[in-house]
């Protein structure tokens, strides 16, 4: 069943796409963002925090494309902690460098990095940088944990590493949360590529249960739809519809709990998929 706030549900958490352009080209990406030609200005996109945490929200994420080449996402995190929400930044990690995190980590509750194989070369097939990812993601890894900043690991399961362990490379990160996705389908998106990365079930499964130790969150296709809040760049709410995405009105013409309304999303799926979990606890520790 779908919730609206008409019923008491709340925008809890919201993935806010807020930077539509990205430095990499994932095969599989699901928020390519092809028709958005700009983001909004700062001073528009300031107001928004504020209008998420008026109408409930508690958690926001930021995504893309690629959220860190937003050139004043720090004035939006910024923003976010003053509204009181937790806020994660979700990231291929390449602008998360010492700069960036020197300037911005105070207003960082987490991070949630995103590596889908222990191995350069399959990175590299999946669109995931140049062969160099990997080493890189790590090396952001430990920047992380300098920085006290919680830290999520995003794995997509694709045809070209169901088969793979990642069991060292988890042992050797630790992360306090690995989700592993299942690849999506979604027209307009990433339809070229997408019947050579499907998997089935029973694929997606065996990669879930062979990583059973280290008791990921696991999503498939269908926890995925109807569960999450998501917004473009340009402040529309979106859903999964059918294989497309379906867009809402403006929030800044209808307000945010008409435009999750005219979308619709499920709380009940999300809290299926956990998506209440500790992520409103204080960081554990606080590195310089």
């Not at 008491?8 to 092809?34: D, E, L, Q």
């Not at 990095?113 to 097939?125: N, Y």
């Not at 999450?228 to 379906?246: A, K």
Request: include cysteine; proline fraction near 5%; hydrophobic fraction near 35%.
């Amino acid at each position: 069943m779908k919730s609206s706030p008409e019923n008491g549900s709340k925008p809890i958490s919201v993935n806010w796409h807020v930077w539509p352009f990205c430095n990499y080209r994932c095969r599989f990406c699901f928020t390519t963002f092809s028709h958005v030609k700009r983001a909004l200005p700062l001073d528009v996109a300031l107001t928004v925090p504020g209008m998420l945490a008026d109408a409930g929200t508690m958690k926001l994420s930021f995504a893309g494309g690629e959220p860190t080449l937003c050139p004043f996402l720090t004035e939006l995190l910024e923003e976010s902690k003053d509204h009181g929400l937790t806020t994660m930044v979700i990231s291929n990690g390449t602008g998360l460098t010492k700069e960036f995190l020197s300037r911005s980590h105070r207003w960082i509750d987490w991070v949630a990095l995103s590596i889908d194989s222990a191995s350069p070369v399959t990175e590299q097939k999946l669109g995931r940088g140049n062969g160099d990812h990997l080493d890189l993601a790590t090396k952001v890894w430990e920047l992380l944990e300098y920085r006290g900043i919680r830290r999520k690991l995003n794995t997509v399961v694709t045809s070209l590493n169901w088969k793979e362990d990642m069991s060292s490379l988890i042992e050797k990160l630790q992360p306090e949360r690995w989700k592993i996705f299942q690849v999506l389908p979604i027209g307009g998106e990433n339809g070229r590529d997408i019947e050579q990365l499907s998997l089935s079930r029973e694929q997606f499964e065996s990669f879930v249960e062979r990583h059973a130790q280290f008791d990921p969150v696991a999503e498939d296709n269908e926890a995925m739809t109807d569960s999450y809040l998501m917004m473009d760049p340009t402040g529309r709410f979106f859903q999964n519809t059918n294989g497309r995405y379906s867009h809402s009105s403006s929030v800044f013409d209808v307000g945010v709990e008409m435009a999750i309304r005219e979308v619709g999303w499920s709380q009940e799926k999300f809290n299926a998929r956990g998506g209440l979990y500790g992520w409103q606890e204080p960081s554990v520790g606080e590195g310089g």
